[in-house]
């Protein structure tokens, strides 16, 4: 071999290898080992930084997240957290500053309720208020008070805890506007009585308004209250003895059935939000 030839081949190497050679070969299989660095522990998706889980709820920055954090008003399932990168799931109870918080944006689902559903979250019940709504959102919304499975009308739905403590609240509340049907004329004597409240087993029993409606006959009454279920308007018409043929919510504080056909829902807008938030 030339000196030339020679010089043009120093260095290479054959893909095979060479049994004389002593230099190296990285044929496939081969190849040189790389030195394993120790993985990391793989991260569990189902898992968010609380500081963002608090972010994501819009009650704060994620850096006054971490602020508030640090000065322990956040808890997580009853105990209160303040380690900085503390990840949490989504089905973890988190508090900021006493409220429940979630990392969903807020929804809010007026709900026309039909007969034969019942209000529950329960799969076990059969047909449920939850499975009128369940493409409304992709939130995680449950319906604020009862309808029973019979009665009919509005229902709302949101996965807003200040929304929901503003209607279970005991000494305001929201109020609801029913009609109700009954099997015979309602006496005026018996109206006065609801009107003015009555004890039912030592609990008194009161009613926000309660009036004839205008153009019906007496076995159709306008009734307000703001309990969150109606359990409330059979406790009142049996204690009288009547019985109630029908239930129908028409409207929640502000809120009325206009343009919700029965069956059907819709979201709230902005405005009726805010409002609702006021009340």
């Known amino acids: ?39 990391e522990k ?3 998706s189902d898992e968010i930084r609380l500081n963002k889980y608090i972010a994501n709820s819009g009650m704060c920055s ?25 990840k949490v799931k989504r089905t973890d109870e988190v508090r900021f ?26 799969e076990s019940k059969g ?3 939850m499975d009128l709504v369940a493409n409304a959102t992709n939130a995680n919304i449950k319906p604020i008070g009862r309808l029973g499975r019979n009665s009919l009308g509005l229902l709302l739905f949101t996965n807003d805890d200040k929304i929901v403590q503003k209607f279970t609240n005991s000494k305001n509340g929201v109020a609801r506007l029913f009609q109700v049907e009954l099997d015979k004329n309602l006496k005026y004597e018996d109206l006065k009585k609801i009107q003015e409240g009555f004890k039912v087993e030592g609990k ?10 205008q153009g019906e006959s007496k076995t159709q009454i306008g009734i307000k209250i703001k309990n969150t279920g109606n359990t409330i308007l059979r406790t009142i ?4 003895n009547y019985d109630i043929v029908k239930i129908d ?31």
Request: proline share 4%.
């Open 42 to 44: 793989p991260s569990n």
């Open 97 to 122: 500053d006493g409220s429940r918080i979630t990392p969903e944006a807020k929804a809010y689902v007026l709900l026309n309720k039909p007969k034969g559903f019942a209000t529950t979250t329960a």
């Open 249 to 279: 919510c028409v409207a929640i504080g502000h809120l009325t059935k206009k343009d919700i056909p029965r069956g059907h829902w819709k979201h709230l807008t902005e405005q009726e939000v805010n409002t609702l938030k006021m009340l």
């Open 237 to 240: 018409f049996d204690h009288l």
């Open 204 to 213: 008194l029993i009161t009613v926000e308004e309660i009036s004839y409606i």
């Open 62 to 86: 994620r850096r006054e997240a971490d602020e508030n954090i640090a000065i322990g008003l956040v808890s997580v399932n009853g105990k209160v957290v303040t380690e900085m990168g503390y």
């Open 1 to 39: 071999m030339s000196k030339q030839q020679d010089s043009k081949g120093k260095g290479k190497t054959s893909g095979r290898g060479n049994a004389n050679s002593k230099t190296r070969s990285f044929a496939k299989g081969n190849a040189p080992y790389k030195k394993k660095t120790k993985s």
């Open 127 to 129: 047909k449920t208020v």
